[in-house]
């Protein structure tokens, strides 16, 4: 289902806040005939096609030391557009999931729905203006990049405005992740309590986590893929090093609370088991004690059955997320990275 039709089920008088300028123009894409990975991918194609025609009519693009360098901004632009309306779309079926254990009424679920998948306007104003400030700065001290990587006038003019609208837009996407594993944290502490036996639900936000830690290792390895660092690998691999950290916190922290409120769980049912088990002793050694062995076998089927009790309490896990999202998530963040980085530390060696 289309996130604008999910904002329509809401009335105005209930919406907390308009969808944002970035919100607008994901909605907008949506209403088109492809699908929005496609329509991406197509804006993607022609803007790295038109700059690649600036850098051909400016004379550069035999200048350039590496003309792949002309798709980081393209891929800046695109791929964090892509990110945001696909973990959206996890926000959905990741609420619908949860769902079953929150018991809000339909209202209540919509507009938890539309603070996953709609950022105040003010917030994204805010972050816009740092992200283009940020973007101004770093021009600034690195200006002399663009004739070292052999940009012409006419490209590196070019280039400097397609930047500063990336950074103004797709910049976007951290605070749409940061935002979201906030709003995980702040769903999963409304559930009063929590049931070992019933974890499917549980597990629903781990998907969204998930995705979003990989979703930044993916910008990561774009950077990794498209920049021409140079000398510049230490810092390269130090920002490497921070990204995968921060996707390892994206993953984990959001969902500690429901961690430890498993553990609680599981730590109270042992602790009813084991007083029943102390129950049941006493009991036992009373009636061996009075030599009334009539209820000795019932109990000690009850003492066996408490037993079995707690060792199937003990196999359940705690952790807020199955095995397979675990791996997977490692396998698609971490073993990526390690390969990538070895082969950047083999290159410079060879060189």
Not at 129 to 140: G, K, R, S
Not at 296 to 309: F, P, T, Y
């Amino acid at each position: 289902m289309k996130p604008v039709k999910q904002v329509q089920s809401i009335s105005s008088a209930d919406v907390p806040y308009p969808p944002s300028f970035i919100d607008r123009l994901i909605s907008l894409t949506q209403r088109l005939p492809l699908p929005y990975w496609q329509i991406y991918l197509l804006f993607f194609i022609i803007q790295s096609l038109i700059i690649y025609l600036i850098a051909w009519i400016d004379g550069s693009i035999s200048l350039l030391s590496s003309p792949r360098i002309l798709l980081l901004f393209p891929a800046w632009q695109w791929i964090p557009f892509l990110i945001v309306t696909f973990l959206n779309k996890t926000a959905r079926s990741t609420i619908h999931s949860f769902s079953r254990l929150l018991g809000h009424p339909d209202d209540e679920l919509e507009k938890l729905k539309y603070e996953f998948t709609t950022m105040p306007p003010r917030d994204v104003i805010i972050s816009s203006t740092t992200w283009v400030a940020f973007y101004v700065i770093a021009t600034y001290f690195f200006f002399y990049l663009y004739q070292d990587l052999g940009f012409g006038n006419l490209l590196r003019s070019i280039v400097i405005l397609e930047g500063l609208f990336c950074f103004a837009t797709g910049g976007v996407i951290y605070y749409h992740s940061l935002r979201q594993l906030w709003l995980v944290n702040r769903t999963v502490k409304t559930l009063k309590r929590y049931n070992l036996f019933n974890l499917d639900p549980v597990y629903s936000f781990s998907r969204l986590t998930a995705w979003t830690g990989i979703s930044w290792v993916l910008m990561l390895m774009l950077n990794l893929l498209l920049f021409p660092f140079g000398a510049a690998l230490e810092l390269i691999l130090f920002i490497a090093v921070i990204q995968v950290a921060f996707a390892l916190a994206a993953f984990i922290l959001p969902l500690q609370f429901v961690n430890n409120r498993l553990v609680a769980e599981k730590r109270r049912l042992l602790a009813e088991n084991r007083q029943r088990v102390e129950a049941t002793l006493n009991r036992l050694h009373e009636q061996i004690d009075q030599n009334q062995l009539n209820e000795v076998e019932h109990l000690n089927s009850v003492i066996s059955g408490l037993s079995a009790e707690r060792d199937m309490l003990e196999k359940i896990p705690t952790l807020p997320w199955r095995t397979e999202t675990l791996t997977g998530f490692l396998s698609a963040t971490i073993l990526p990275i390690i390969l990538l980085i070895i082969q950047l530390i083999i290159e410079r060696w060879i060189n």
